[in-house]
């Protein structure tokens, strides 16, 4: 249950790169949502303690752990 539609929006972008498995490659994330993208990039920041920070960590700790793979994230 997200709180607010930024929480949905991170929920689903977890959601998607759970979901990648050893052969997928690179990586685009879209979102028009600028706190979702900051928060991903910046998860430790102290304004997203919480729920927001943790989705935002498991969502780079995916992304990071993943050498062979490129990711961006859009914002539009």
Request: proline share 3%; glycine share 4%; no cysteine.
């Amino acid at each position: 249950e997200a709180q607010d539609s930024n929480m949905a929006e991170l929920q689903a972008v977890l959601y998607g790169v759970e979901q990648l498995n050893e052969t997928d490659e690179n990586i685009i994330i879209m979102t028009d949502n600028k706190n979702v993208k900051q928060t991903i990039k910046r998860p430790n920041r102290e304004e997203y303690k919480g729920a927001r920070s943790e989705i935002g960590l498991k969502i780079r700790q995916i992304l990071d752990n993943s050498p062979n793979r490129a990711y961006r994230i859009y914002q539009d």
